[in-house]
Each structure stands twice: as structure tokens, then as C-alpha cells.
């Protein structure tokens, strides 16, 4: 029998003609006390492509703070996954310190972002090179069939400053062990680096070192080219403007005016 008071109730909390969806905190995962996954009820309609990120908002209703975060989740998962680190006195890190399950947060209803494989041209090896939270959006785009079947190899780098850090590392390897993507035509390489504690990762550099030195190319036994390789970089901005520096120089361009290029950025702060 259908309760027509809960349906009544949860049109007014969830307003058409609002820009955002009251959701419902259902999980939450701490990887170490200041990095943290949490897992938001979905609204039916609210559609994004791996890559993309949304606009949260925590707070009472006449104060609240909004910032963007990426989607973890896959897109055909009835939840919403983020990951987060908990920024000592940010505003937003503040409140999602005291954030439990059942816990409501608001999701903006439109998506963002240009950190998607549509902004990239065909190519043969995608690699996804993320420091700290930017692993996040990766395992969205790793969690999507299609991305298996354009590229041959899937070179994931995780940088991170502690091996507590290495989010997803287990989930990733995972992926790669399912249906589809086991009988699937890519190959994954995942690479984790851990610059504090060296010889509890891969490596022990930056990425951008890493890169330079020839080192990633080895051990992914393949080399950056512009004709071959596409590049998503995700995470912190100095790392991110490094490696936009490097690849510019080798040819590599960002998609421009609808043409699709070679890399793609996303900048967290
Ligand atoms: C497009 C986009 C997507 C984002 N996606 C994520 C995400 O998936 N996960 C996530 O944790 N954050 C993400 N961020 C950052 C996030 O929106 C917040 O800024 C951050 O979580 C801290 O919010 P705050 O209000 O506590 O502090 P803020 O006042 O927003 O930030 C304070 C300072 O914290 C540092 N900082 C901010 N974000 C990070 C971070 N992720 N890692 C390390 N240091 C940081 C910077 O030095 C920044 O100046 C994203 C940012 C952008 C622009």
C-alpha cells in the first residue's frame, strides 16, 4: 500500500523546483582518522559520466557550505561514493568531521566537470595519474565497461604521502579480476607512490619526477606519445601544472572548442 503522508513528505523535502536533492548519508569509511569514503542516498534522475564531480552542501539551510567533490560511484550504482580528506579548520572538513549515517547532505542536481574520456581523443594507453583524493574519480572511470574496451592499457599512478593513504588500492585491483573487465581488451598497471615512507610503495617520488625520469615508463613497459597515450591527472594543483608542463612540451594538448585532445585536468584546490 503506498503511504501517501511519506510520499507527501518526500516531495517537500525534495522540492522540483530546488537546484538540489536532500540525500541520506548511508555509509561512511574511514581509511585513516582524516581520509575518509561515505556513500549518499541517489536521486532517480541524477545522471553523470565517470569523471565528473558534484556540488555538496552540508550546514544549516540559511548557512550552507558547498563544495565540489568527484563521484567515486559507478554511474549505474543506486548510491553516490565520495572520497575526502579532512582539511584541518576547513569549513566543509569541519562539518563532514561530525557527519554520521542517516545523516542528511545536499546534492546539487546538476554535475560538472571536463575530467571525463569523451574529452580525449581515441588513443591506445589511458594513463590516470592522481595524488591523494584525485584517485577518487579514477575508480568512477575504471568502474565503466567502456573504458576497458577503447583502451589496451589502463596505467593507474596513485601518489600518496603515507601507505595509509593507497585508498582503493584493493578495489582497484578488484576491478580488474570481474566480468566484464577481466575478459576485457585492456590491461591494468597500477603503481602506487608513497613519498614519506619509502619502500612501503612502488616508488617513493612525485609524479612528476617519476615521469621524467623515465621511471614510469619503464615499469609500465611502454612510452608516452602523443599518437598513443591519453592522460587524465587529477588531484593537487602543483603536481597538476608540472605535468601539464612536461606533456605540453611533449605535444600534449587539453580538448579544445569540442576537438578532443590528448590529456585532461582536474585541479582540487
Ligand atoms: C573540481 C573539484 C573536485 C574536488 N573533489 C574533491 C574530492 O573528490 N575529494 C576531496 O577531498 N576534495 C575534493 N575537492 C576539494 C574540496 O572541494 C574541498 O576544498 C576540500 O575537501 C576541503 O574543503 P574545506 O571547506 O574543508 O576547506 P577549503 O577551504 O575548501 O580548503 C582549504 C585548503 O585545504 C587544502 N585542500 C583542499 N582540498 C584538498 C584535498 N582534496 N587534498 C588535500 N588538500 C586539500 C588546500 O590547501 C585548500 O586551500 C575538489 C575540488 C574541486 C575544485
Known sequence: MVDIAELQDGARRNDPSAKWTREQVLS????????????????????????????????????????????????????????????????????LEQLSVGDEIKVDKACFGFLTVDQLAPGRDLWLLASGTGIGPFVSILRDPAVWQHFERLIVVHGVRNAADLAYREEIAAIAKQPPFA??????????????????????????????????????????????????????????????????????ATSRRGVPGQMAFEKYW
Not at 29 to 53: C, I
Not at 61 to 80: G, T
Not at 220 to 226: D, E, I, K, R, V
Open 28 to 95: 561512511i569509511r574511514y581509511w585513516t582518522p582524516k581520509l575518509l569514503s561515505f556513500r549518499t542516498s541517489r536521486a532517480q534522475d541524477y545522471r553523470f559520466t565517470p569523471g565528473h564531480y558534484a556540488r555538496l552542501a552540508l550546514g544549516k539551510e540559511e548557512e550552507l557550505v558547498w563544495r565540489p567533490y568527484s563521484m567515486v560511484s559507478a554511474p549505474d550504482d543506486d548510491y553516490l561514493e565520495f572520497i575526502a580528506v579532512l582539511v584541518p579548520g576547513g569549513p566543509f572538513s569541519t562539518l
Open 183 to 252: 575478459a576485457s581488451r585492456a590491461k591494468l598497471c597500477y603503481f602506487s607512490s608513497v613519498t614519506r615512507e619509502p619502500g612501503t610503495g612502488d616508488f617513493s617520488e612525485r609524479i612528476p619526477q617519476l615521469l621524467a625520469s623515465g621511471q614510469l615508463e619503464q615499469q609500465a613497459g611502454t612510452t608516452l606519445s602523443m599518437h598513443d597515450s591519453r592522460v587524465m591527472v587529477c588531484g593537487n594543483p602543483d603536481m597538476a601544472f608540472e605535468l601539464r608542463r612536461y606533456l605540453s612540451a611533449l605535444g600534449f
